[in-house]
T-cell receptor
Framework: NAGVTQTPKFQVLKTGQSMTLQCAQD?????MSWYRQDPGMGLRLIHY???????DQGEVPNGYNVSRSTTEDFPLRLLSAAPSQTSVYFC?????????????FGEGSRLTVL | KNQVEQSPQSLIILEGKNCTLQ??????????LRWYKQDTGRGPVSLTI?????NTKSNGRYTATLDADTKQSSLHITASQLSDSASYIC??????????????FGKGTKLSVKP
């Protein structure tokens, strides 16, 4: 059982470039989310989705876009990368929205913007 | 503002010793409290989830406690092993959703177990 799969694991971008971080889950979870983790800070929510076709902004959405065309996939797009977006990005999923349910994380994507 | 504070920030212990990590929260309305273990370079993995009515829950050598009255939780690790070296993250769920979503994350405690 693969769980939550993120690609790529590592990426280096130049300022202004765009890219997409991929996230896929095989647990038929309705809820999917993207977090960023920076040194000395807790995980911060970027965007989330409670089902296919539904997305919403989290705490730090600026500079990022998401879409949810299928239950399995939830890609995160960086429109014009900035050095402030250098971070480790985690995709996570759980069975449904709301406060309950175990949250499963991917292994992370480490992004460096020069 | 909903907040989760963890202490200490970092901790070094010798293999075989016990330790306790603390989590204080100012979150309302409270739904549940979770502890995650995050190995270096990996994603967080769930250790325990406790609801309002539960005051203790164990997962092997990990025991979490919850005092909903004082809004405090602790994670006790018994007979530590080198593989326990990791960051431990306390996460509190709220019933009402805000921009942070339902989950409020602490900054974590970095535990190092030395031989």
């Amino acid at each position: 059982n693969a769980g939550v799969t993120q690609t790529p694991k590592f990426q280096v971008l130049k300022t202004g470039q765009s890219m997409t971080l991929q996230c896929a889950q095989d647990m038929n979870h309705e809820y999917m989310s993207w977090y960023r983790q920076d040194p000395g800070m807790g995980l911060r929510l970027i965007h989330y989705s409670v089902g296919a076709g539904i997305t919403d902004q989290g705490e730090v959405p600026n500079g990022y876009n998401v879409s949810r065309s299928t239950t399995e996939d939830f890609p995160l797009r960086l429109l014009s990368a900035a050095p402030s977006q250098t971070s480790v990005y985690f995709c996570a999923s759980k069975k449904a929205g709301g406060p309950g349910g175990e949250l499963f994380f991917g292994e992370g994507s480490r992004l460096t913007v020069l | 503002k909903n907040q989760v504070e963890q202490s200490p920030q970092s901790l070094i212990i010798l293999e075989g010793k016990n330790c306790t990590l603390q989590c204080n929260y100012t979150v309302s309305p409270f739904s549940n409290l979770r502890w995650y273990k995050q190995d270096t370079g990996r994603g967080p993995v769930s250790l325990t989830i406790m609801t309002f009515s539960e005051n203790t829950k164990s997962n092997g050598r990990y025991t979490a406690t919850l005092d909903a009255d004082t809004k405090q939780s602790s994670l006790h690790i018994t007979a530590s092993q080198l593989s326990d070296s990791a960051s431990y993250i306390c996460v509190v769920s709220v019933i009402a959703r805000g921009s942070q979503g339902n989950l409020i994350f602490g900054k974590g405690t970095k535990l190092s177990v030395k031989p």
